[in-house]
């Protein structure tokens, strides 16, 4: 885990996150926390439980994007689920312990990209050699290299002159190789194929779901594999081969070995829309029977409780969850008590206004208004949107916020889209290579659906 102080957490997430300095604080403190558990003695390490956060906004206020940031900064495994797509046990729907087995799933991934980027260099050069096997005229004996035989070629060293023809034309193919004269040379090669399997999904009762995955995983070591051969050009066919040569040396049993202990110590789960299986304090049931139900199986999760995946046991007792929700028709102590008292840190975001538009628009590191220049640029269009034109959009986006739904930052999305339609269907044909958003453009291309309160909520 990174040991980022709490102010230097709070500076990463600026870039990408506008305003919210509560949410970032606590946050900031709860990762913190985590680093501090880990140079604990044993004994008061496993006693030190995480401090679960409740975030608590409107929709489009960065929520989300904060969590996910979190995630980022500790190269920790993260998974965001919605609860309201939960069922309890005995109605059709997801089990609660899939969250903790997707969330393995993502770290043994996030562990096996790791350890091909340490093997990177090695795993190139014996997919180099086999791609001279595969470049030789055919007939030709192919020589099976070890590893310290490989090694010795690397790029830029001159070969040992030899009277073997072959190995000749072999050193030559090797110095064009590795100077990339070869990237569109077309091979043959053979590569081999899962067996395909037909789709199997349980919906039904806990423990029929986890049957489910074990079956797929049993049928996929009875099948055999395929092979078929395909052509390729040299730069597609070297990925396809560096693959194969880093699942031979990747030790699978190491990758899971790290990915289980990452889960349970570092592990974050965001649990968004917590606020829809809150029990109404009308009691009222209907659709919503099992809304509690829910609440007592995500309950031993977060407790602490020890799931079974296909890649073993995870314990839960160390995962961070941040649950996030509007809580517009109903709030915090509508959940459950066991449930409230797991999330000890509540925090409420606030709702942006025009100078926090402007500020998103302008400050991010992937702002909107970036990722549109850069769009039109690779149509060779030179988009300037003015200062001015970035404030008149921040005023329409929150006075439509104001006027219909509140949908947070999101509806930057939906004007950027409505006020740039035009640039955007030109640019390929466009004959005008500099174009100029200012704020009359931005009046002009807003104004009817900003008079227009009923077409606003349609087009905005």
């Known amino acids: 885990m990174k040991s980022l102080t709490p102010s230097e957490i709070v500076k990463e997430l600026d870039t990408y996150v506008i305003g919210q300095d509560a949410a970032k604080r606590k946050v900031a403190v709860a990762l913190r926390n985590r680093w501090r558990r880990q140079r604990l003695p044993d004994d008061l390490r496993d006693e030190v439980a995480p401090k679960n956060i409740i975030m608590i906004g409107p929709t489009g206020v960065g929520k989300t994007e904060i969590a996910r940031r979190l995630s980022n900064l500790a190269d920790a495994p993260f998974t965001k689920v919605e609860a309201s797509k939960f069922t309890e046990v005995g109605y059709v729907g997801r089990d609660v312990e899939s969250i903790v087995r997707d969330l393995t799933d993502i770290a043994v991934s996030q562990v096996k990209q790791q350890k091909t980027r340490e093997i990177e260099d090695k795993v190139r050069r014996f997919a180099d050699e086999r791609l001279l096997d595969l470049l030789l005229p055919p007939g030709v004996p192919q020589k099976e290299y070890s590893e310290a035989e490989v090694a010795e070629q690397e790029p830029g060293t001159p070969q040992v002159e030899t009277e073997d023809p072959m190995a000749r034309t072999r050193d030559k193919l090797r110095k064009r190789l590795l100077a990339g004269e070869l990237e569109d040379r077309v091979v043959e090669l053979e590569t081999t194929e899962s067996p395909v399997m037909p789709m199997m999904q349980v919906f039904s009762t806990a423990g029929l779901e986890e049957m489910d995955m074990h079956l797929q995983d049993m049928l996929g070591r009875i099948l055999p594999q395929r092979t078929k051969r395909r052509k390729a050009k040299i730069s597609e066919a070297r990925k396809i081969l560096m693959n194969e040569e880093a699942q031979k040396l990747i030790d699978m049993d190491e990758v899971v070995s790290i990915a289980l202990k ?13 606020d829809k299986i809150a029990g109404r304090s009308s009691g009222t049931a209907g659709p919503d029977v099992s809304r509690e139900g829910v609440q007592r199986d995500i309950l031993p999760i977060v407790e602490g409780c020890t799931v079974v995946t296909k890649y073993g046991h995870v314990r839960t007792d160390h995962i961070l969850f941040i649950a996030a929700g509007a809580f517009h028709m109903t709030k915090p102590s509508d959940l459950i008590p066991e449930l ?17 538009f402007e500020r998103i628009l302008r400050e991010p590191k992937n702002s909107l208004v970036k990722q549109y220049v850069g769009l039109m640029r690779t149509e060779n269009v030179e988009l300037t949107i003015t200062d001015s034109a970035i404030r008149e ?14 949908i947070g930052a999101r509806r930057l999305h939906t004007i950027m889209e409505h006020l740039l339609e035009d640039v955007s269907f030109r640019a390929p044909e466009a004959d005008q290579r500099q174009v100029t958003v200012d704020d009359e453009y931005v009046r002009e291309r807003l104004k009817d659906v900003m008079k227009d309160r009923d077409l606003s909520r349609y087009i905005l």
């Open 393 to 406: 959009i921040a005023r329409s986006a929150y006075a439509v916020n104001q006027a219909t739904e509140d």
């Open 262 to 274: 990452k889960v349970q110590e570092t592990g974050i789960v965001f649990l968004d829309e917590i």
């Open 340 to 356: 409230q008292g797991r999330f000890p840190i509540r925090v409420e975001l606030d709702g942006l206004d025009a100078d926090d």
